[in-house]
């Protein structure tokens, strides 16, 4: 028997789980993706997709125009995103405060949690002379638009880009070891602590009976395992988690349970130019937008660009004219505007556990959007762009919310102590507690929220 089981071995799960077990605790640590390492990471961007990510690379919304990347590997998001860093501010925090009627959520009481991530995971801006030609015409067309903008911080060091090394390749894991990724970072001291590590393990249901936990999980062979603990931690994710509580009958006791679903949905636009831009090589992702005005009208910018497969689900052309368009991939600029969504969504499970995702853009969201390409447009017309095309699929990258945190048993789902209204023994801290979008990559602040979390979680079951 463990003292704890967490499943999902994302970056809080990872953190959770060295928390504990440098406390001293017996746990076992559940993930349905596989454990990689720096020479086994796929090396296809099919082969990625099918491996790296839930239902073979993709989850649509109800409607499809709307992509959610659920990431499937030990390290979950930090192994397939570019690990940016950035610290909440004052409009997130005061949007929690007021969505969860729950007071600590100020940045100050962040600020020692994120300075103790950032102590234990080296960051790096990308340096002047390594921003290839899609992040400089970014650069180029904020200054002459007026516009505010910052190199990103991402989790990383020693990437060796003198030695022409293409951070596109990290899309599917980084085989230098270069991104510091949970799996790098948290993960080998919990496992150096004690941690038991079981991969390729899906959870199915869990339940609680006399004061015990217990987790049911199929293998890669679907063969059935039983696990039993005194508490279990939840750290799959919004969809993740949510299903694992629906499957097991938890709805029946929490009715906020997969509501407030939220994605940051962002819309990549490209821009094709006359000269050589080549967006996919080195640090692909350099620059964001650091202006208050965009702030202000929920969206933000970033420099971006995608595998060849990615792009061309953009490109609206077809057969011989679709091949030629991709052939000039060379000379392709790309921005990408991801919105502060306010209108939430919802994440059901059918009684054979099957997701459907009900989320839309409409209202205020879709105006966001539309604030957010004309400030791209305004960037690649003033960069001498010949041609603009927007991106009309959506994709979900941060999936936040679904079993939020609160003061309240009947609009949220988890307590200010970090479990579960309905039972003491379910701890949950990672992005499916968010109360609402807030507008900034949640990474780093994912991993302070469950340092913070473990703190209240180790008094309650000590």
Request: hydrophobic share 35%; glycine share 8%; charged share 25%.
């Amino acid at each position: 028997m463990y003292d704890m089981i967490i499943i999902g071995a994302g970056p809080s799960g990872c953190f959770l789980a060295n928390e504990y077990v440098q406390k001293g605790m017996k746990c076992l640590l559940l993930e349905a993706g596989e454990h990689y390492q720096r020479h086994t990471y796929p090396r296809s961007e099919l082969t990625g997709n099918s491996k790296l990510y839930w239902s073979g690379g993709i989850e649509l919304n109800s409607r499809a125009d709307i992509g959610f990347l659920r990431p499937k590997a030990v390290g979950g998001g930090s192994i397939v995103n570019q690990a940016l860093l950035d610290p909440f501010d004052d409009i997130a925090f005061d949007a929690w405060r007021e969505k969860s009627k729950l007071n600590f959520f100020k940045k100050e009481n962040f600020q020692p949690y994120y300075e103790q991530v950032l102590n234990n995971v080296p960051t790096q801006e990308i340096p002047k002379e390594f921003r290839n030609r899609n992040a400089e015409i970014f650069k180029e067309g904020f200054e002459k638009n007026g516009y505010q903008c910052a190199p990103l911080v991402r989790a990383q060091k020693n990437c060796q880009y003198e030695k022409g090394n293409d951070c596109i390749e990290c899309l599917n894991g980084c085989r230098i070891d270069s991104k510091q990724s949970s799996a790098i970072t948290a993960l080998p001291k919990a496992l150096d602590g004690g941690l038991e590590l079981r991969d390729k393990m899906t959870v199915i249901k869990i339940e609680i009976l006399f004061n015990k936990c217990y987790v049911s999980a199929v293998d890669e062979f679907n063969e059935q395992y039983t696990f039993e603990s005194g508490y279990i931690t939840l750290a799959s994710g919004a969809i993740g988690n949510t299903k694992i509580l629906k499957m097991s009958g938890f709805d029946k006791k929490l009715p906020a349970l997969g509501k407030n679903f939220y994605t940051h949905p962002q819309f990549m636009s490209l821009a094709f130019y006359d000269e050589v831009i080549n967006s996919h090589k080195g640090p692909f992702q350099a620059m964001k937008s650091d202006d208050a005005n965009f702030r202000k009208n929920n969206f933000k910018l970033e420099n971006v660009f995608g595998p060849p497969v990615a792009l061309s689900m953009l490109i609206p052309s077809f057969g011989k004219s679709h091949m030629q368009r991709m052939k000039d991939i060379s000379k392709i600029a790309c921005i990408e505007v991801a919105i502060r969504d306010f209108i939430p969504g919802e994440i059901k499970v059918n009684s054979k556990g099957k997701v459907k995702i009900i989320k839309n853009l409409k209202g205020i969201d879709l105006e966001t959007k539309q604030k957010g390409l004309e400030a791209i447009h305004n960037i690649f017309k003033s960069t001498g762009a010949k041609e603009i095309i927007d991106g009309q699929f959506g994709i979900g990258l941060h999936l936040m919310g679904g079993c939020g945190i609160g003061s309240s048993d009947s609009k949220s789902v988890t307590t200010e102590n970090f479990h579960l209204h309905s039972s003491r023994r379910i701890f949950l801290a990672d992005s499916s507690i968010f109360p609402s979008a807030p507008g900034i990559n949640p990474s780093l602040t994912i991993m302070a929220q469950s340092l913070m979390a473990s703190e209240k979680i180790l008094k309650e079951v000590s």
